[in-house]
């Protein structure tokens, strides 16, 4: 393995991690001005809401396409193109004149998405020993954290008092900053491992992957069936003033940041435990929620503890990993392309609770089931690994 000194190392993750953090905020801080995007554009909050899951398509779709049809590209050329693309869409999308272009433009960002994670997280992965990868990809992905613990409540107040307008244009601003970063302290890897298509496209035929990235999608769109319509059922079932709306997603951010840290930690140690107990925490967490929606004391501990469920994404990242074989990008990037499908399946699922008689409840008892039939495909993917000898046991 090429030696890269610590310096190296924490200067190269910093930069991808401050692309992660433009990215978090973009992809996230339509969940804080769903009311404010609403009311400029006069639809329902229900109807803003595909917003969401519009972005959660173009990463599901853009992961893949990305990744298979530049499979010989170096890594950071990559990042830097990708980057790029992410920063337009942005500026456009503050730019748009309708509702309708808004949503073309939502989804065109979406695209470059999770080809940027997948190979951030490969670049920094390759950077350390393998016994380190959880906590190298769990740095890259802190910029992600750090835009939910910081970065989408600062984003939601500055689209309360100005516009929402404003944060897209702050976003992309942060995406050409992530951009010049990379360029100038991200090492060229000598011995990068070059791919092709074909080659890329042999993930697809390891059942391993697609029960991981199933176990990403649908235990972990759980957590945003109600994250997508915490500001809307905060307002409307707690009956909180806007203002405490950063301040929810504040503390949901702590408790991404701790969910995150542990997750990383734990990964590197029992990847089996970090997996399953990530995903019956998050059922259990989700099941009391509705519970706790009466008043601002007992809902906000809860808001904390949703969060918590962050500890999943670099455990399934270093598993997929770990049963990707050569086919390294394209299986890092399709668990972005999961957790976005969990994102799109959770707006989905909850928008159709909030509207059926559960109401504004029925979006923690939506992702509860939707944890638990995770927790389901995680024992399927147990079972499978065992029969397979070439495969790593979880």
């Known amino acids: 393995m090429t030696q890269f000194s610590k310096a190296q190392v924490q200067l190269a993750i910093f930069a991808m991690a401050i692309g992660s953090f433009a990215i978090g905020i973009g992809e996230f801080v339509i969940m804080g001005l769903l009311p404010d995007v609403a009311a400029d554009f006069n639809t329902d909050t229900r109807q803003t809401g595909h917003l969401i899951s519009l972005y959660a398509l173009g990463v599901v779709i853009g992961a893949p396409l990305i990744t298979i049809l530049f499979a010989r590209f170096p890594r950071k050329p990559m990042l830097l193109v990708l980057l790029l693309a992410f920063a337009l869409g942005n500026f456009a999308s503050a730019s748009a004149e309708s509702y309708p272009l808004l949503q073309v433009l939502r989804f065109l960002t979406g695209l470059p998405h999770g080809a940027y994670f997948g190979i951030a997280c490969l670049v920094a992965a390759d950077m350390v020993r393998k016994n380190q990868r959880g906590m190298a990809v769990t740095m890259v992905m802190m910029g992600l954290t750090i835009a939910i613990l910081v970065g989408n409540p600062l984003a939601t107040w500055l689209g309360q008092l100005i516009d929402w307008r404003t944060v897209y244009h702050t976003v992309g601003a942060l995406g050409l900053l992530a951009l010049v970063m990379i360029l100038f302290v991200v090492p060229k890897h000598p011995n990068e491992r070059r791919t092709s298509a074909r080659g890329e496209m042999r993930a697809l035929q390891n059942p391993q992957v697609w029960l991981t990235l199933a176990i990403g999608a649908i235990g972990f769109g759980g957590m945003f069936a109600v994250l997508s319509y915490i500001a809307p059922t905060l307002i409307n079932a707690t009956g909180l003033a806007p203002h405490w709306i950063p301040v929810a997603l ?88 999961a957790f976005n499908a969990a994102n799109a399946l959770g707006a989905w699922l909850g928008g159709l609770a909030i509207i059926s008689p559960l109401s504004w409840q029925g979006t923690g008892w939506v992702g509860c089931a939707l944890s638990v039939v995770g927790l389901l495909l995680f024992w399927i993917t147990k079972k499978h690994s065992r029969k397979v000898p070439d495969i790593m046991s979880l």
Not at 269 to 279: A, M, P, V
Not at 294 to 320: E, K
Request: charged letters at 5%; proline letters at 3%.
């Open 250 to 337: 504040l503390i949901y951010g702590i408790g991404s940041l701790a969910g995150s840290l542990v997750g990383g930690w734990a990964a590197d140690r029992n990847l089996k435990l970090t997996i399953g107990g990530s995903l019956l925490w998050s059922a259990v967490v989700l099941a009391i929620f509705p519970l706790t929606l009466q008043n601002l004391w007992t809902v906000m501990p809860m808001v904390l503890l949703l969060g918590s469920a962050a500890a999943l994404v670099p455990a399934l990242q270093v598993r997929l990993m770990d049963v990707a074989g050569e086919a390294q990008t394209l299986a890092a990037s399709l668990n972005h392309s």
